[in-house]
């Protein structure tokens, strides 16, 4: 098992959920499930945030190797302003090194926030995509 394995399994058996009620909060099998917590395969970087939430623990405690729960950020000034963006329209503006193509000059929505990352849903040319991605690499965020 590796660390966010043992991660999700002890955090799911503390909330006395089964595999298979995981599964279902995220629309997955059980199987996948008991993958993820094997070790033998990771989650897709889509279900990082749900996973993070359905846990209530950031996304850097599930990614990290050897952050506690006691180490995850406590929301302070941008984050609680991110959090507080969560549902609304925006456009994201990247410093220019860290540019996302598929979010350039896109309007997206915020559909989660944990510590170092968010959630974000767009409508692009390929259509409909939602995209987890670093805080640190948004340089300024429009309220549409």
Same mark, same amino acid.
């Given at each position: 098992m590796n660390e966010m394995g043992n991660k999700i399994a002890r955090k799911r058996k503390d909330l006395g959920m089964t $595999?298979?009620?995981?599964?279902?909060?995220?629309?997955?099998?059980r199987q996948t499930v008991s993958r993820w917590e094997a070790g033998t395969v990771y989650p897709d970087i889509e279900k990082i945030n749900d996973i993070a939430s359905i846990l209530g623990v950031s996304c850097d405690y599930l990614l990290k190797d050897g952050v506690t729960e006691e180490e995850t950020p406590v929301l302070?000034?941008?984050?609680?302003?991110? $959090?507080?963006l969560t549902g609304k329209t925006v456009r994201l503006n990247f410093f220019e090194d860290e540019a996302d193509y598929d979010l350039f000059n896109t309007?997206?929505?915020?559909?989660?926030?944990?510590?170092n990352w968010m959630k974000v849903e767009a409508e692009t040319k390929k259509g409909k995509i939602e995209k987890l991605i670093p805080v640190s690499s948004v340089l300024s965020?429009?309220?549409k």
């Amino acid at each position: 098992m590796n660390e966010m394995g043992n991660k999700i399994a002890r955090k799911r058996k503390d909330l006395g959920m089964t $595999q298979s009620d995981f599964a279902e909060e995220l629309s997955v099998t059980r199987q996948t499930v008991s993958r993820w917590e094997a070790g033998t395969v990771y989650p897709d970087i889509e279900k990082i945030n749900d996973i993070a939430s359905i846990l209530g623990v950031s996304c850097d405690y599930l990614l990290k190797d050897g952050v506690t729960e006691e180490e995850t950020p406590v929301l302070t000034g941008v984050s609680r302003l991110l $959090q507080e963006l969560t549902g609304k329209t925006v456009r994201l503006n990247f410093f220019e090194d860290e540019a996302d193509y598929d979010l350039f000059n896109t309007d997206c929505k915020i559909l989660g926030f944990s510590g170092n990352w968010m959630k974000v849903e767009a409508e692009t040319k390929k259509g409909k995509i939602e995209k987890l991605i670093p805080v640190s690499s948004v340089l300024s965020v429009e309220v549409k």
